[in-house]
Nanobody
């Protein structure tokens, strides 16, 4: 099982980025995106369950959109109106649970991360 993220980079404030995560080896029920800066707690920024239930924290609601392409086993995170405080590493995660939400402990599989810098 492998999760591979891509799409990070440097963008100006107010700009957009689209992250992708390809899952290989298994089709999971729930996917999510987390972010974590050095020395800070991991924060869930979006989750999508098997039935399509989507969860966002208030910090990104209205700016980030999570989606999945089950045929391609690919997860996406469209990030708009980016702010400098969005700068950090972003990780995709996967779970066999039907609904994982934004709790990191619900996810067993993690990607290696992709850096997003807003400056």
């Amino acid at each position: 099982v492998q999760l591979v993220e891509s799409g990070g980079g440097l963008v100006q404030p107010g700009g957009s980025l689209r992250l992708s995560c390809v899952a290989s080896g298994y089709t999971f029920n729930t996917y999510s995106w987390f972010r974590q800066a050095p020395g800070q707690e991991r924060e869930g920024v979006a989750a999508i369950g098997r039935s399509g239930i989507i969860t966002y924290p208030d910090s990104v609601k209205g700016r980030f959109t999570i989606s999945r392409d089950n045929a391609r086993n690919t997860l996406y995170l469209q990030m708009n109106s980016l702010k400098p405080e969005d700068t950090t590493m972003y990780y995709c995660a996967a779970s066999r649970l039907s609904v994982g939400g934004l709790r990191g402990a619900n996810y067993n599989y993690w990607g290696q991360g992709t850096q997003v810098t807003v400056s």
